[in-house]
């Protein structure tokens, strides 16, 4: 896999593969290559979500009226 592989592409040729093995029309051999292929891009697409997550901070106001801003624990306040 391409170290310049975009997020983008990765989730394309992920889509790709699963229409691919959901039309069953390849070959045995060539799906076990497209199911590897695809949990290869399935890493690749949760390591490059997880270091978006670990660079989003949320915005807020302290009582005092001023903003800060904290890491995001992944939640959304209502």
């Known amino acids: 896999m391409s170290k310049k592989m975009t997020f983008e592409d990765a989730f394309k040729r992920l889509e790709e593969i699963a ?12 799906s ?6 695809g949990m290869k891009l399935i ?8 270091e978006a997550e670990k660079k989003i901070q949320k915005l807020s106001r302290t009582p005092e009226g001023n903003l800060e801003t904290n890491d995001w624990e992944g939640e959304i306040e209502e």
């Open 32 to 37: 076990i290559k497209l199911y590897e292929e």
């Open 43 to 50: 890493e690749f697409c949760n390591s490059r979500l997880e």
């Open 19 to 30: 229409r691919l093995l959901e039309a069953g029309e390849v070959s045995l051999e060539e």
